[in-house]
């Protein structure tokens, strides 16, 4: 005898089909698109999430956390730099003290924490999902993303006839790591200037990406290793405060910015 209530294959496959699309088409206008689900965009896409904002988050892989599941040298360990160990006592994250002012913490239980705190506060997430360009209106004002199926670009080239889709949005979020992806796209199109990521240096990297995360043009706010490759700030390594600091920053700076458009409406 069956432990499980009977259900059809039929049934599964509508519960996923229709749910998916449904939320597809509830996010295919959002108020904020995070473009990466690293370290910095789940924080971003959490803190904003739970201000009550209409955010989806776009990762091209089909996992999320970026590298902040493996540390540094695919060992599994992630250090943050005080204050960021504020972060991790805030999403219930056990670390230790390895020397003053810095701590150790397993990536997976840190990154599942970071996750499992976006989904709860309400982040929706495209996993498999290529950023492919951006929407754009008056004076060059990014307004949106272009998407596409991550496996479509494995495709031969003859055979990736597949148009994408677009999803608007307020306001953009690059958070796709050295590639700043966003940022690219806007460059190939003469809208901004990319430096290039600098050479390692820890004591200044972490702060200097804190301090620059904000808005780079129009509707696009960059955080994380995205603001290090914009502005050609020197790289930190697998220490992650900055991430975590950046993300929440980034959200401080689009809630500010929603609030001056609704006051502007």
């Known amino acids: 005898m069956s432990i499980f209530k009977p259900v059809s294959e039929k049934e599964v496959t509508r519960a996923i089909v229709e749910s998916f699309m449904r939320q597809l088409s509830e996010y295919a206008e959002s108020d904020v698109i995070i473009v990466g689900a690293g370290p910095s965009g789940l924080m971003a896409g959490r803190d904003l999430a739970a201000a009550g904002v209409k955010v989806l988050i776009i990762e091209r892989n089909n996992y999320l956390g970026g590298g902040f599941w493996i540390g540094g040298y695919l060992m599994n360990k992630v250090t943050v730099r005080e204050p960021a160990n504020e972060i991790l006592d805030e999403l219930g994250v056990p670390y ?39 929407v754009l209106r008056e004076n060059g004002r990014v307004a949106g993303v272009v998407i596409n199926w991550t496996p479509v670009s494995a495709l031969p080239r003859e055979l990736t006839c597949v148009d994408p889709v677009a999803l608007e949005a307020k306001l953009v979020v690059d958070a796709t790591g050295h590639d700043a992806e966003v940022v690219s796209k806007l460059e190939e199109r003469g809208l901004i200037r990319k430096v290039g990521t600098g050479a390692m240096w820890v004591e200044r990297s972490e702060d200097l990406l804190v301090e620059h995360t904000g808005e780079a043009h129009p509707g696009l706010i960059v955080a994380g290793m995205a603001v290090v490759a914009l502005y050609g700030l020197p790289r930190m390594g697998p220490t992650f405060g900055a991430m975590l600091l950046s993300g929440r920053r980034a959200a401080e700076v689009c809630l500010k910015k929603l609030k001056e458009m609704e006051e502007e409406r």
């Open 96 to 134: 230790e003290e390895f020397s003053p002012g810095l701590y150790v913490a397993d990536g997976p239980h840190a990154c599942s924490k970071l996750i499992a705190a976006a989904c709860d506060a309400g982040a929706k997430f495209a996993n498999m999902t290529k950023f492919d360009d951006v």
